[in-house]
């Protein structure tokens, strides 16, 4: 069993930068892979970007790639997402996830309770 907690959000504005972090407990953090996940009201669930258990691989949604960063310090059983140039869009519930390098969802069996992102116009 993993225990993820999300903390870094808040209110921004367009054209800003945050930067969200996720501890883990519980089991090995280091064996897995991770995943950043998004929801906005009324929206389903979308896929932001997922890194290897080691770091040397990661991906991202399009809406996301070269603003937002994926990263990890296995010694710290840390996963962050620095984003920068923050949109409007952007606005969400940012969860993290494991323990899968996925776009899907459904394919991740751990979550964190979310952290609320705002980026005003």
């Known amino acids: 069993q993993v ?5 870094g959000g ?3 504005q367009a054209g800003g930068s945050l930067r969200l972090s996720c501890a883990a407990t519980g089991r090995t953090f280091s ?3 991770m995943g950043w996940f998004r929801q906005a009201p009324g929206k389903e ?5 997922a890194i290897t258990w ?3 691989v990661t991906k991202y949604a399009d ?3 070269g603003r937002f960063t994926i ?3 296995n010694a710290k059983n840390t996963l962050y997402l620095q984003m920068n140039s923050l949109k409007p869009e952007d ?3 940012y969860y993290c996830a494991g323990a899968a390098f996925s776009n899907n969802p459904g394919d991740y069996g751990y979550w964190g309770q979310g952290t609320q992102v705002t980026v005003s116009s």
């Open 10 to 12: 808040g209110l921004v």
């Open 31 to 33: 064996n897995y892979h």
């Open 71 to 73: 990263s990890r310090d």
């Open 91 to 93: 606005t969400a519930v």
């Open 63 to 65: 809406s996301v790639k």
């Open 45 to 49: 669930r979308e896929f932001v970007a």
């Open 54 to 56: 080691s770091g040397g």
């Open 3 to 7: 225990q993820l907690l999300e903390s």
